[in-house]
């Protein structure tokens, strides 16, 4: 699925789009497992104002902070315990490794990646992936499922945005 986004509030409603329909996903869905988004894109283009909007559709409140320095930044919702990562600055799988990631994601558990592909294949498979890109003043979308349950996030997001 391929979004055309005019500015940072048009990516902010898609985050929170996304939160919605990860929410009726999940509710959907026999047994309650974690989920997995990966979020690709230069810097600045828009990965952590996608993930604001998503967390505060699910329900958080206060500061949505970027995880760039702490590298992790938890929020305990509901529903859902979400755990938002930021990869950039790490060097390689060891450093990856050592944050435990894997262990994170459980039964309610929301795994949010910022450069996955810093990762080296100690992450937890993606089950949607967003790569968002400069287009002009604007940015350009791209949705990707990887799994059953990231074809579902997808269905439903569609329908909402119809």
Known sequence: MDLDL???DATDALGQALGRS???TLRNRERASGAVLYLRGDL??????CVRGLLRALGASG?????????????????LCCTHVDLYRLQGR?????L???DLLGPGGLLLVEWPEKGGGALPPADLEVALDYDGEGRQARL???SPLGEGWLENLALETR
């Open 6 to 8: 005019a500015d940072a």
């Open 22 to 24: 990860l929410a009726v």
């Open 44 to 49: 600045g283009a828009g990965k952590t104002t």
């Open 63 to 79: 500061r949505v902070r970027s995880p760039t320095y702490t590298l992790i930044e938890t929020y305990d919702l509901e529903s």
């Open 94 to 98: 060891s450093e990856v490794e050592e």
């Open 100 to 102: 435990g990631l894997r």
């Open 144 to 146: 990707l499922s990887h």
